[in-house]
């Protein structure tokens, strides 16, 4: 069973709807992610938050627009996507840079199952 | 800029024999290099680890080896068994600069009952 829940499993939406794909985790980290994967392709990094604040973003277009209410809670909000957003997107979470740094150890990020999301 | 290169889409290997599964990096300042292993419909599961400290790390039928001066590393599974058969990415990140992984584009492995 994986340690990080992604909701829906399944997400079919037009072009003009807007939704939002949800991430939790309860294993105390303060990292975390969303990646997009096409099939045959390797997921591609889209957004990092570390500490709840936005760390990284990969250049992603602003019909994406993540959002981390709290430690445990990652979401992706979706409006007007196009046909070629349709993809897996996965979330993952790994403990923070301080618990790294501090523990001088390395942690590999925990991924969830995904939301396949397809857009008419 | 595909800074992590699996040059093998696929594996086909029989039960019980040794399976090898490669990965050639670019970037020097890599220092952490992961395995994840993905099912069909689920999200990549983490396998093994190795530090650039280390060249190699072994966990029960898996053993990652690195060679830092070649920037390769690899995964043999052994003995291998139909449940193996997923697809497998490597991974690597600078450790002191953030959270951003770089993954593979993928192996299939088919382990042949």
């Known amino acids: 069973d994986t340690e990080v829940t992604q909701t829906p499993k399944h997400l079919v939406m037009g072009m003009t709807n807007k939704k939002s794909l949800k991430c939790e985790q309860h294993?105390?980290?303060?990292?975390m992610y969303w990646y997009k994967q096409k099939a045959k392709k390797p997921p591609e990094l889209m957004f990092v938050?570390?500490?709840?604040?936005?760390?990284i973003n990969e250049s992603v277009p602003s019909r994406f627009s993540p959002e981390c209410p709290n430690s445990s809670l990652l979401n992706l909000h979706l409006h007007a996507l196009q046909p070629e957003d349709s993809a897996l997107y996965l979330c993952?979470?790994?403990?923070?840079?301080?618990?790294?740094?501090?523990?001088?150890?390395?942690?590999?990020?925990?991924f969830g199952d995904g939301t396949r999301l397809s857009i008419l | 800029d595909q800074q992590v290169k699996q040059n093998s889409p696929s594996l086909s290997v029989q039960e019980g024999r040794i399976s090898i599964l490669n990965c050639d990096y670019t970037?020097?300042?890599?220092?952490?290099f992961l395995w994840y292993k993905k099912y069909p419909a689920e999200g990549p599961t983490f396998l093994i680890s190795?530090?650039?400290?280390?060249d190699k790390n072994e966990d029960g039928r898996f053993t990652v080896f690195l060679n830092k001066s070649a920037k390769h590393l690899s995964l043999h599974i052994v003995p291998s068994q139909p449940g193996d058969s997923a697809v497998y990415f490597c991974?690597?990140?600078?450790?002191?600069?953030?959270?951003?992984?770089?993954f593979g584009t993928g192996t299939s492995l088919t382990v042949i009952p």
């Open positions: 993952a979470s790994s403990q923070g840079n301080l618990a790294i740094w501090r523990n001088n150890s390395n942690q590999p990020q925990h």
């Open positions: 294993m105390g980290h303060r990292a």
């Open positions: 938050y570390s500490y709840e604040k936005l760390s």
């Open positions: 970037n020097s300042m890599f220092d952490y």
């Open positions: 190795i530090s650039s400290i280390k």
């Open positions: 991974a690597a990140s600078v450790r002191w600069t953030g959270n951003q992984f770089y």
